[in-house]
Structure formats: C-alpha cells, structure tokens
C-alpha cells in the first residue's frame, strides 16, 4: 500500500509519518525543502525516537520523497496512492492544492479508485479546506466525478514534536502519547480502518477539545513566558505563578467545553492536568519562541485564542486569562518571525486599536476589544516600570 504525504517536517515523520508506516503503509513525502527531500531519497528510512525514559526508537524504511515543486510527480504519486494525507499549515494548503487536482484527475482516467485524503492540521475543517482549495482547480463534469471518487475527511492531530538538535538530520524527537481522531461520517461506507486513527462519528467536541486545551496552553505558555524572558514551556511552567495562569486559561476553555458539549467537569479536570504534565516532560525542552511563533495565526478569529474567548465570552463563561493571552500575543515580538514583525509594525504605524481588530476580527465596539486593549497596555507599563 502507498500513502503520499505533504509536508516532511518532523511533524509528518514524527507523527503522520510513522503512523502510516506502522500501519503497513510505503510512504512517500512531498515537500519543497531540497536538503530534505534528497536526504529521504538517497537513506529511503529514518528514526524516530520517543522522549521517554527508554529513549525507545522506530525505525521508518521504504520511503521516498519527491519535490512540491514537481507537479507532474505529484499528480503521479496522487493517481498511485492508497492515502493522501498533509501536515504543512493550513496556510499552506492552497499551494499544494493544484498538485493534488492533476492527480485527482490523472486517477479518473485510470478508473477512479476511490481515495482518502487527510488535513493533519492544527485548525477546524482542514480537510474541508483542503478539499475547497483543491476543487477550485477542477469544472464541470471532471469536479462530479472527482467528488464521487475522493473523501477529504477532517481530522483532529495531537503530539508534542519539539525544535529539534540532532546529529542525523532526519532523526525526530518526539512524547510517546500522540492522539489522531478522523470524521468516520465523511468516509465512503467499508473503508479501510487505519491501525493507530480513531475513528468517530462527530469530530468536532474532540477538535474543539484538543485545540481549545492543548494549543491555547500551549501558546499561552509562550507568550507569558516570552514577556518574563523565559527560554523554554519546561522553564515557564516551572515557575508557580506562570503555571497557575496557564492553567487559569485551560480552565476557562475547559468550562466553556463543558457547557458547549457536555464533558465531565472532573474527567476535563484530569484530561488538563495531563496536558500540563506533557508540557513539562521533562526529556523534551520546547522553545517558548518555537510555541509562540506564527502569532497571526494565532490570533486569528477560528484559531485557539480569539474562537474560545469570543464563545466563553457568549455564555457568560470567564474569558481573562484569555484576554491576557491575547494581549500577550501582542507583545510577541521575537526577531526571527515575520508575522510578530508585522503585528508591531501595525501597532507601530495604526494604533493599538487597529491591529486589535485588524487581527482579532474583535471590533471597538465589542467589550473584549477594550478588555484586550487595557490588558495590553498594563502589560507595556508593567515592562517600562
């Protein structure tokens, strides 16, 4: 069986990656890193390593790679798989989506066999993305047909894969748990079940779960430990009063789920506490940069931040440590990320207000503007005193 995956980060080894191949899959990567994609074409295998105790490792073999560049090569490795699977940023998705319809359609003229292709991205609906982002690239007759043939079921993805330092380069360092939760709803009848994949009927409570407590910790991790200096999450959430606020925020998402879906308020006390402790293991060492970076996304109004406020907020539900969040995201501002560059240039050229609303989508009139804004500024005057 063939699976061709997007995105040879560590993410996809270290996770997707492993996974397929476990479950008997030959993997094939498509990726736009030449130094990576050649490295996966001349050793066809690498490790992966648990960041446990044991240092337990996996041995992936039978893989390939080809260039995102290469559309034909592709499209051909599209029209040749089993599964078709991406972990590269739901950002990234429209560049890979032209690809995935040439090979869409060179499947049609070799009689259509059906196809599951998977966004493993940390957003909602990323396969619904995907699936838009590629039908923009097909009409008429061809789109029926391709719609008849390929399912793009959402999915949920969580694992901890940190910066990493290794001397093999295609090494990845990753924590033993992992959890990837796939829409059985959107699936044809009789598919094939994927060992490692959980399937379920309604994927969103599990999403919202994992995004809500797992990101929004995580980020909110990053960004309070950015404004006291701090390097790492294991650093941050060492100190007691960072570790309180932390959980402060997953504590407000966490009633927000309760009311919205129903979950046991004491098992959603354990499933926190179990997050926190994947946070601090202590066999990995996560950067509060790497965590934090890419804050426009971040504060955008579907992602882990903004989507949670604005619904707790609805409810009646607490949202300040959200709010402090947010302001700390604004703050962000390390040297290396383009988006933090663009947010304090807008802070900078259009006023505190204007990239609020500019990146939150949070108008003036709305009262976690303003909540934002004056949590914002207390952090500025506490950094100037």
């Known amino acids: 069986m063939r699976s061709l995956h997007f995105g040879a980060g560590n993410i996809g080894r270290g996770f997707i990656g492993l996974i397929l191949s476990q479950a008997g899959y030959e993997v094939c990567f498509s990726d736009v890193n030449s130094d990576l994609v050649r490295l996966l074409q001349e050793k066809r295998a690498y490790t992966v390593r648990l960041a446990n105790a044991e240092q337990q490792t996996f041995r992936v073999e039978h893989v390939t790679a080809i260039h995102g560049n290469q559309l034909e090569a592709v499209a ?34 070799r009689g259509g066999a059906p196809l599951q292709l998977i966004a493993c991205e940390n957003a909602i609906g990323g396969s619904t993305q995907l699936k838009e982002r590629v039908f923009a690239h097909l009409s008429g007759e061809t789109l029926e047909r391709v719609n008849r043939m390929a399912v793009f079921p959402d999915a949920a993805v969580d694992r901890i894969v940190p910066i990493q330092h290794n001397e093999d380069p295609l090494e990845v360092r990753v924590e033993p748990f992992y959890e990837w939760v796939v829409d059985e709803s959107q699936l044809f009848p009789g598919f094939r079940r994927i060992e490692g994949i959980h399937y379920v009927d309604r994927l969103e409570p599990y999403i919202e779960r994992k995004l809500f407590t797992v ?55 354990r499933y926190i506490d179990k997050i926190l402790e994947r946070f601090v293991n202590p066999y990995l060492t ?47 501002d390390h040297a290396s990320d ?28 709305h009262p976690l503007h303003e909540a934002i804004r004056q949590a914002y500024e207390a952090i500025t005057a506490a950094a100037s005193s």
Request: hydrophobic share 45%; glycine share 8%.
């Open 338 to 365: 383009p988006e933090a560059a663009n947010i304090q240039a807008d802070l900078a050229n259009l006023g505190l207000s204007r990239t609020i609303a500019n990146y939150t989508s949070i108008e003036p009139s």
């Open 215 to 269: 990101n929004t910790g995580h980020c909110a991790a990053a960004y309070f430990g950015y404004l006291r200096g701090i390097a790492t999450i294991q650093e941050t959430l060492a100190d007691a009063e960072l570790r309180r606020r932390v959980r402060g925020v997953m504590e407000e998402t966490g009633a927000l789920l309760i009311d919205k879906y129903g979950f046991d308020a004491a098992e959603h006390a």
């Open 76 to 109: 051909e490795a599209v029209a040749q798989a089993d599964i078709v699977t991406t972990a590269v940023g739901v950002g990234v998705l429209k560049h890979i989506a032209e690809g995935i319809a040439r090979g869409l359609e060179l499947r049609l003229e």
């Open 286 to 332: 996560d950067e509060v940069a790497r965590v934090g970076r890419s804050p426009i996304r971040k504060l955008s109004a579907d992602d882990r931040l903004v989507r949670p406020a604005l619904q707790a907020f609805e409810r009646g539900l607490p949202v300040e440590g959200l709010v402090w969040a947010m302001a700390a995201a604004l703050h962000f």
